[in-house]
């Protein structure tokens, strides 16, 4: 979802508002968050929250307080506190979902040492900003070579500059500890700028860079997901995914936080669930689980010494058998519980008129078989008859 900027233009070509997604205004902005109080006014006698939420390059969020009283809303560029100097950046929250925001990150609401809002952005401000902004890729570049001249095991992921121009921030990861002070040194004298160098994890750096994951949208991360959970095999085994790391690992090469999603309603329908390693005793032999439907209700048993051989059980019988070898009760075989499943041929597609499917081709045409033998025996008796006429 787009802004207004973003949509259609009249000759079907997307018209683009040339800020990759840092417009500010509606659902392109990374990690929006809706103010469903916009359009209700504070009780009487109550002044409005003081606190604003303002978003720099990609995702990094900060909470300024607004000193001067500016009237401000949500997309509006402003000059904000920094170390030395000022930064420039764009309002995305006002109002009384900041303090809950502020919260949930846990930032005192009476902090003294908040940093304030000096002012909204001149024209001036914004040429400067975004003349820093386009020197970016090429710095980028630039740092890289320097590194790898340097023989520095670390990748260089982003570049943010100040708004101002004075300061850059490179962003990198690196498995162990770097020592980059002969970079910053190099880099300071190649760029004339002061240099901060800030270490991020892997997630971390998919969530400021964005792309597209493997289910076909924008990475989770880098939308709307806010808090990393830690992700461990043990989601994928229990929602009986292969545990194949090519098709587990997202873009950051951790496992997926998607995995945590369906997670609690697999954990629900287990609880009742009986064990794959349960061992059924029958007076035909041990026989042991080889697969599970947890949503069918469904376990795949086959005996010790047939193993090609599966029979289907519903869960109910698993557990009613479980409960007699509890007692040291055998049954006779699992042939009297298997339950009989009915598969339906079910067309996969059809065009318009309904007569062709994409599976046409994969049974074998008898007909034109049989058709063939009967012209053979047809030409062979018709060489008899002419050969009896001569």
Same mark, same amino acid.
């Given at each position: 979802?787009?802004?207004?900027?973003?949509?259609?233009?009249?000759?079907?070509? #997307?018209?683009?508002?040339?800020?990759?997604?840092?417009?500010?205004?509606?659902?392109?902005?990374?990690?929006?968050?809706?103010?469903?109080?916009?359009?209700?006014?504070?009780?009487?006698?109550?002044?409005?929250?003081?606190?604003?939420?303002?978003?720099?390059?990609?995702?990094?969020?900060?909470?300024?307080?607004?000193?001067?009283?500016?009237?401000?809303?949500?997309?509006?560029?402003?000059?904000?506190?920094?170390?030395?100097?000022?930064?420039?950046?764009?309002?995305?929250?006002?109002?009384?979902?900041?303090?809950?925001?502020?919260?949930?990150?846990?930032?005192?609401?009476?902090?003294?040492?908040?940093?304030?809002?000096?002012?909204?952005?001149?024209?001036?401000?914004?040429?400067?900003?975004?003349?820093?902004?386009?020197?970016? #890729?090429?710095?980028?570049?630039?740092?890289?070579?320097?590194?790898?001249?340097?023989?520095?095991?670390?990748?260089?992921?982003?570049?943010?500059?100040?708004?101002?121009?004075?300061?850059?921030?490179?962003?990198?990861?690196?498995?162990?500890?770097?020592?980059?002070?002969?970079?910053?040194?190099?880099?300071?004298?190649?760029?004339?700028?002061?240099?901060?160098?800030?270490?991020?994890?892997?997630?971390?750096?998919?969530?400021?860079?964005?792309?597209?994951?493997?289910?076909?949208?924008?990475?989770?991360?880098?939308?709307?997901?806010?808090?990393?959970?830690?992700?461990?095999?043990?989601?994928?085994?229990?929602?009986?995914?292969?545990?194949?790391?090519?098709?587990?690992?997202?873009?950051?090469?951790?496992?997926?936080?998607?995995?945590?999603?369906?997670?609690?309603?697999?954990?629900?329908?287990?609880?009742?669930?009986?064990?794959?390693?349960?061992?059924?005793?029958?007076?035909?032999?041990?026989?042991?689980?080889?697969?599970?439907?947890?949503?069918?209700?469904?376990?795949?048993?086959?005996?010790?010494?047939?193993?090609?051989?599966?029979?289907?059980?519903?869960?109910?019988?698993?557990?009613?058998?479980?409960?007699?070898?509890?007692?040291?009760?055998?049954?006779?075989?699992?042939?009297?519980?298997?339950?009989?499943?009915?598969?339906?041929?079910?067309?996969?597609?059809?065009?318009?008129?309904?007569?062709?499917?994409?599976?046409?081709?994969?049974?074998?045409?008898?007909?034109?078989?049989?058709?063939?033998?009967?012209?053979?025996?047809?030409?062979?008796?018709?060489?008899?008859?002419?050969?009896?006429?001569?």
């Amino acid at each position: 979802m787009g802004c207004s900027s973003c949509s259609t233009g009249k000759d079907g070509q #997307p018209r683009g508002c040339k800020n990759n997604g840092t417009c500010g205004t509606d659902g392109c902005n990374k990690l929006t968050v809706f103010d469903w109080l916009s359009n209700m006014s504070l009780p009487n006698g109550q002044k409005p929250f003081d606190c604003v939420e303002v978003r720099f390059k990609n995702s990094r969020k900060e909470f300024f307080r607004n000193t001067e009283n500016l009237s401000l809303s949500i997309g509006d560029i402003v000059a904000t506190q920094a170390k030395s100097g000022h930064d420039v950046g764009m309002i995305t929250l006002t109002g009384e979902l900041v303090k809950v925001q502020m919260k949930r990150k846990k930032v005192a609401f009476d902090n003294k040492d908040l940093p304030k809002i000096y002012r909204k952005a001149s024209q001036r401000d914004i040429d400067i900003w975004q003349k820093c902004r386009d020197k970016e #890729p090429e710095i980028q570049k630039r740092s890289r070579e320097i590194a790898i001249a340097l023989k520095l095991e670390m990748k260089l992921s982003d570049v943010e500059f100040q708004g101002d121009g004075s300061k850059a921030t490179f962003y990198y990861t690196a498995e162990d500890r770097v020592d980059f002070r002969q970079l910053i040194k190099d880099m300071a004298k190649a760029f004339s700028i002061r240099i901060e160098m800030r270490q991020i994890g892997y997630r971390q750096e998919a969530q400021r860079l964005g792309g597209i994951g493997s289910c076909g949208r924008e990475l989770c991360c880098s939308t709307w997901l806010t808090d990393f959970r830690s992700v461990s095999t043990a989601s994928a085994r229990y929602q009986q995914l292969a545990l194949n790391p090519q098709k587990l690992a997202g873009q950051c090469g951790k496992l997926k936080c998607c995995l945590n999603y369906e997670l609690d309603m697999y954990l629900d329908a287990l609880k009742d669930f009986p064990s794959q390693d349960s061992k059924l005793q029958t007076e035909k032999g041990v026989a042991f689980c080889q697969k599970a439907d947890i949503f069918k209700e469904m376990l795949w048993f086959s005996y010790k010494d047939d193993p090609a051989n599966w029979h289907a059980l519903h869960k109910d019988q698993v557990l009613e058998i479980l409960e007699l070898n509890k007692i040291n009760k055998k049954v006779t075989s699992l042939e009297g519980y298997v339950v009989e499943t009915i598969s339906e041929e079910k067309l996969v597609f059809e065009n318009v008129v309904g007569q062709d499917s994409l599976n046409r081709f994969d049974k074998p045409k008898k007909k034109k078989r049989n058709n063939k033998r009967n012209n053979k025996k047809r030409r062979s008796k018709n060489h008899k008859a002419t050969a009896k006429n001569g």
